[in-house]
T-cell receptor, first 111, second 112 residues
Framework: NAGVTQTPKFQVLKTGQSMTLQCAQD?????MYWYRQDPGMGLRLIYY???????DKGEVPNGYNVSRLNKREFSLRLESAAPSQTSVYFC??????????FGPGTRLTVL | SQQGEEDPQALSIQEGENATMNCSYK?????LQWYRQNSGRGLVHLIL?????REKHSGRLRVTLDTSKKSSSLLITASRAADTASYFC????????????FGKGTLLTVNP
């Protein structure tokens, strides 16, 4: 099992460009999550999907959109990137109230 | 807003010593979890303690939970250089809310 995979691993964007971060899990989990991690801030939840077909905002959703494509895949889209979105992005999946499994992260720099 | 706050922010110890990290939270919880993050990697789940439990063990890890004080502690015994990582607590509030709220973490350095 690959667990949770994320692509790309690194990305540099210019202000105003758009991109989609991809996430897939092979553990048959219902719930999937997108977090961002900034120095000194811990992890903050951007969006989550409790089950296929549903998505909900987390703590910091502004500037992002998500798509739960199927049970395995959950993508995060930046429509018009801003320097404030420079961060490390983590995707995670899990079963309700239990442990979450994290991907390796995407390091995004917006110039 | 962060639910959990770890203390201390950074901790440096010698190999073989015990390391204790604390987590405080603000509202009632359903479960509390601890995660480890090695530099440049994703988080890895260590242990989960439910709100009706007071103590839990897993190998060299011991977690306590005091719901009256809204706090938890993670003890790593006989630390090793490989334990060097950031440690985060995370809470959920149960109900229809599937979200975890993470603290800002404790950076543990174990010197050989």
């Amino acid at each position: 099992n690959a667990g949770v995979t994320q692509t790309p691993k690194f990305q540099v964007l210019k202000t105003g460009q758009s991109m989609t971060l991809q996430c897939a899990q092979d553990m048959n989990h219902n719930s999937m999550y997108w977090y961002r991690q900034d120095p000194g801030m811990g992890l903050r939840l951007i969006y989550y999907s409790a089950s296929e077909g549903t998505t909900d905002k987390g703590e910091v959703p502004n500037g992002y959109n998500v798509s739960r494509l199927n049970k395995r895949e959950f993508s995060l889209r930046l429509e018009s990137a801003a320097p404030s979105q420079t961060s490390v992005y983590f995707c995670a999946s899990g079963l309700r109230y239990n442990e979450q499994f994290f991907g390796p992260g995407t390091r995004l720099t917006v110039l | 807003s962060q639910q959990g706050e770890e203390d201390p922010q950074a901790l440096s110890i010698q190999e073989g010593e015990n390391a204790t990290m604390n987590c405080s939270y603000k509202t009632s919880i359903n479960n509390l979890q601890w995660y480890r993050q090695n530099s440049g990697r994703g988080l890895v789940h260590l242990i989960l303690i439910r709100s009706n439990e007071r103590e839990k063990h897993s190998g060299r890890l011991r977690v306590t939970l005091d719901t009256s004080k809204k706090s938890s502690s993670l003890l790593i015994t006989a630390s090793r250089a490989a334990d060097t990582a950031s440690y985060f607590c995370a809470t959920d509030r149960g109900g229809s809310n599937y979200k975890l709220t993470f603290g800002k973490g404790t950076l543990l350095t174990v010197n050989p």
